[in-house]
């Protein structure tokens, strides 16, 4: 494997959704034909293996092989039925505390790649989405009317802490702005 694959697969992992060739020819610094080939050989390479290639439209994302659906499909059973796992909670207390927030900023506050979990949160209706009005190619993550009737608030704010965190989020937001001119 080059190491133009290697960075491509690495690339992909993180971002957990599709990327357009034209941004991982951007990211990588390289001629998009250069790319396609890398991926087309990346493609090669994960024959055989537990994921695959998938791509549509010049856009790329990594997912599991088909023929390990069924495995996937008692993981993803098992994961839903039983209760949050610490990443989960860590990521939820995230999107609670700092939302509505992007995937990547949730991916960079925990230093991992959270795709799996998000997606976990919102499919059990504990969080929800919306697009980002700053980048149409994006989503920002905020709790669900079901996790407020669960946690048995009536708004965010009545949650333990909110009220100053969020104070002390408005005063280093403000700082931030300062700094900026």
């Given at each position: 494997?080059?190491?133009?694959?290697?960075?491509l697969e690495a690339i992909l992992f993180v971002a957990g959704e599709p990327l357009?060739?034209?941004?991982?020819?951007?990211?990588?610094?390289?001629?998009?034909?250069?790319?396609?080939?890398?991926?087309?050989?990346?493609?090669?390479?994960?024959?055989?293996?537990?994921?695959?290639?998938?791509?549509?439209?010049?856009?790329?994302?990594?997912?599991?092989?088909?023929?390990?659906?069924?495995?996937?499909?008692?993981?993803?059973?098992?994961?839903?039925?039983?209760?949050?796992?610490?990443?989960?909670?860590?990521?939820?207390?995230?999107?609670?505390?700092?939302?509505?927030?992007?995937?990547?900023?949730?991916?960079?506050?925990?230093?991992?790649?959270?795709?799996?979990?998000?997606?976990?949160?919102?499919i059990r209706g504990i969080i929800e989405r919306k697009p980002d009005p700053k980048?149409?190619?994006?989503?920002?993550?905020?709790?669900?009317?079901?996790?407020?009737?669960?946690?048995?608030?009536?708004?965010?704010?009545?949650?333990?802490?909110?009220?100053?965190?969020?104070?002390?989020?408005?005063?280093?937001?403000?700082?931030?702005?300062?700094?900026?001119?």
């Amino acid at each position: 494997m080059s190491d133009l694959e290697k960075k491509l697969e690495a690339i992909l992992f993180v971002a957990g959704e599709p990327l357009h060739l034209e941004k991982l020819s951007k990211i990588l610094k390289k001629e998009e034909s250069e790319i396609k080939e890398a991926l087309g050989k990346l493609s090669e390479n994960l024959r055989g293996t537990g994921l695959t290639l998938l791509e549509n439209e010049e856009r790329y994302t990594l997912a599991t092989s088909p023929e390990l659906s069924e495995d996937i499909t008692a993981y993803m059973k098992s994961e839903l039925g039983e209760e949050l796992s610490r990443a989960a909670l860590e990521t939820l207390a995230v999107i609670v505390y700092k939302g509505p927030i992007s995937r990547t900023s949730i991916d960079y506050i925990r230093g991992v790649n959270s795709s799996f979990t998000v997606r976990n949160l919102m499919i059990r209706g504990i969080i929800e989405r919306k697009p980002d009005p700053k980048d149409s190619r994006s989503w920002l993550y905020f709790p669900s009317f079901d996790f407020m009737k669960f946690m048995g608030i009536e708004k965010l704010e009545n949650l333990k802490g909110y009220p100053e965190f969020r104070k002390e989020m408005d005063v280093l937001l403000e700082k931030e702005k300062k700094e900026e001119l």
